[in-house]
């Protein structure tokens, strides 16, 4: 069956046809039925060079050896003990030793459980209830974080069904504003955390000015607030050990999700001993889940980190060179063409906006021409390429795309724009 008929059926049975909002798109999304490398195929027998790679989830690619075959073994073995296993230390460790903050770990199955419950973590360590998140800033889709979200949220007003007492005590600051910070902290003096996305991917792609997450810091630690770095994306992709390491700083708390698994569902958080030891049974903060520390998911997370610890020194400065040429190529584009288009870009990924503008937080991301952004997913998806198709999303390169890629990818944003200026 082809896509628009798939989509069909899948009206009748999935609400909106899809199992996550931002798939959708009109006039109805593409179904996939197999990836490899940088590569997507359709139901339609279209192949596609994969920009969205899971959201930023598969950092060495679909389909990656090392990680296909370590959870075929794993198969083998068992694929749900709920009891402890010694693969769980063995991942814990290493997400510890590669992790600036890292003493202790929990892992959990999606990022949205691990910002949920980082939260809860320093309510109870600081006895305080206030959260205070940044415009734009997406922590998934649970009541405590979900005020002035990305994502698929960047569009709409609210979500009905949440609470309004569960959000009561979180306040939102815009990004890359530390004055803002200082001045809701001043007011809000039962502020338990400050939980951030060090680089916003879920409002386009957006970076902390020079300084700014330092003062952040320095702000949080100068208060006795809890600082959770929300590494759902950034997290062993802009480094091994993240944007804590990317930038030098040293977070309280940390959540991770994404590349950890490689696109195997499997999620953490991180942070100092003395508040991770709060967590039931060692503490009396309650976190629980069946699927935790799921085997096949833990050993497609320790194939994924022994292959990014092993090559470190190859993957992370590779995949910076090739984003560097697709932005770079499109940079001269744009100035050729004479078009009013901003580029954000920082590793492994990069984001467009149609605005002449710098884009530095939700205010500016939202300015950019959305309609325009729309045009060029259409004109790149015509030429096999797949972005996300929201501008309000990041574009992200795995270790498979190649320069190769790279020159397609440069050609087809160069076409793209030719058909959006007739
Ligand atoms: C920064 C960030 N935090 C949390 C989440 C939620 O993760 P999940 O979709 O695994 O629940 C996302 C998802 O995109 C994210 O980008």
């Given at each position: 069956?082809?896509?628009?008929?798939?989509?069909?059926?899948?009206?009748?049975?999935?609400?909106?046809?899809?199992?996550?909002?931002?798939?959708?798109?009109?006039?109805?999304?593409?179904?996939?039925?197999?990836?490899?490398?940088?590569?997507?195929?359709?139901?339609?027998?279209?192949?596609?060079?994969?920009?969205?790679?899971?959201?930023?989830?598969?950092?060495?690619?679909?389909?990656?050896?090392?990680?296909?075959?370590?959870?075929?073994?794993?198969?083998?073995?068992?694929?749900?003990?709920?009891?402890?296993?010694?693969?769980?230390?063995?991942?814990?460790?290493?997400?510890?030793?590669?992790?600036?903050?890292?003493?202790?770990?929990?892992?959990?199955n999606t990022g949205s459980e691990a910002t949920m419950h980082a939260i809860r973590l320093a309510r109870a360590f600081t006895k305080r209830k206030g959260v205070i998140k940044f415009e734009g800033g997406y922590h998934g889709a649970h009541d405590y974080v979900l005020v002035k979200a990305g994502s698929g949220m960047a569009s709409l007003p609210a979500s009905e069904g949440t609470l309004?007492?569960?959000?009561?005590?979180?306040?939102?600051?815009?990004?890359?504003?530390?004055?803002?910070?200082?001045?809701?902290?001043?007011?809000?003096?039962?502020?338990?955390?400050?939980?951030?996305?060090?680089?916003?991917?879920?409002?386009?792609?957006?970076?902390?000015?020079?300084?700014?997450?330092?003062?952040?810091?320095?702000?949080?630690?100068?208060?006795?607030?809890?600082?959770?770095?929300?590494?759902?994306?950034?997290?062993?992709?802009?480094?091994?050990?993240?944007?804590?390491?990317?930038?030098?700083?040293?977070?309280?708390?940390?959540?991770?999700?994404?590349?950890?698994?490689?696109?195997?569902?499997?999620?953490?958080?991180?942070?100092?001993?003395?508040?991770?030891?709060?967590?039931?049974?060692?503490?009396?903060?309650?976190?629980?889940?069946?699927?935790?520390?799921?085997?096949?998911?833990?050993?497609?997370?320790?194939?994924?980190?022994?292959?990014?610890?092993?090559?470190?020194?190859?993957?992370?400065?590779?995949?910076?060179?090739?984003?560097?040429?697709?932005?770079?190529?499109?940079?001269?584009?744009?100035?050729?063409?004479?078009?009013?288009?901003?580029?954000?870009?920082?590793?492994?990924?990069?984001?467009?906006?149609?605005?002449?503008?710098?884009?530095?937080?939700?205010?500016?991301?939202?300015?950019?021409?959305?309609?325009?952004?729309?045009?060029?997913?259409?004109?790149?998806?015509?030429?096999?390429?797949?972005?996300?198709?929201?501008?309000?999303?990041?574009?992200?390169?795995?270790?498979?795309?190649?320069?190769?890629?790279?020159?397609?990818?440069?050609?087809?944003?160069?076409?793209?724009?030719?058909?959006?200026?007739?």
């Amino acid at each position: 069956m082809k896509s628009d008929q798939l989509f069909a059926k899948a009206k009748k049975i999935l609400p909106g046809g899809v199992n996550s909002p931002v798939r959708f798109y009109e006039p109805y999304p593409f179904f996939a039925t197999s990836a490899l490398g940088s590569k997507l195929t359709t139901a339609d027998h279209q192949i596609y060079l994969d920009y969205c790679m899971g959201y930023g989830a598969m950092i060495l690619g679909h389909g990656y050896s090392s990680v296909i075959e370590a959870v075929r073994s794993q198969l083998d073995k068992g694929t749900l003990f709920c009891v402890p296993t010694e693969s769980e230390i063995k991942l814990a460790e290493m997400i510890c030793q590669v992790v600036p903050c890292g003493e202790m770990a929990r892992l959990v199955n999606t990022g949205s459980e691990a910002t949920m419950h980082a939260i809860r973590l320093a309510r109870a360590f600081t006895k305080r209830k206030g959260v205070i998140k940044f415009e734009g800033g997406y922590h998934g889709a649970h009541d405590y974080v979900l005020v002035k979200a990305g994502s698929g949220m960047a569009s709409l007003p609210a979500s009905e069904g949440t609470l309004d007492e569960a959000s009561a005590h979180t306040k939102v600051v815009p990004y890359n504003n530390p004055a803002e910070l200082e001045r809701a902290i001043e007011k809000n003096r039962d502020t338990a955390c400050v939980i951030t996305e060090p680089v916003l991917a879920n409002i386009g792609l957006v970076l902390p000015e020079k300084g700014y997450l330092n003062e952040v810091r320095k702000i949080t630690e100068q208060n006795d607030i809890i600082l959770i770095f929300d590494e759902v994306v950034t997290g062993f992709r802009l480094a091994l050990g993240g944007a804590s390491e990317f930038f030098g700083l040293m977070p309280d708390l940390v959540t991770f999700a994404k590349a950890l698994g490689n696109g195997l569902p499997i999620a953490a958080i991180a942070g100092k001993k003395e508040i991770m030891n709060k967590l039931a049974p060692a503490g009396s903060v309650y976190q629980a889940s069946t699927f935790a520390g799921n085997p096949v998911s833990v050993a497609a997370g320790i194939a994924t980190l022994e292959t990014l610890t092993e090559a470190k020194n190859t993957i992370y400065p590779r995949i910076a060179k090739t984003c560097d040429s697709i932005v770079g190529g499109i940079k001269d584009i744009l100035t050729r063409a004479q078009l009013d288009c901003t580029v954000n870009s920082i590793g492994s990924m990069f984001q467009l906006f149609f605005t002449s503008e710098r884009v530095k937080d939700q205010s500016g991301a939202k300015k950019a021409n959305a309609k325009m952004f729309r045009k060029l997913f259409d004109e790149l998806l015509k030429q096999d390429i797949f972005i996300p198709p929201s501008q309000f999303e990041t574009c992200f390169l795995s270790y498979a795309h190649t320069e190769d890629d790279a020159d397609k990818t440069i050609e087809a944003y160069d076409k793209a724009f030719r058909e959006i200026k007739k």
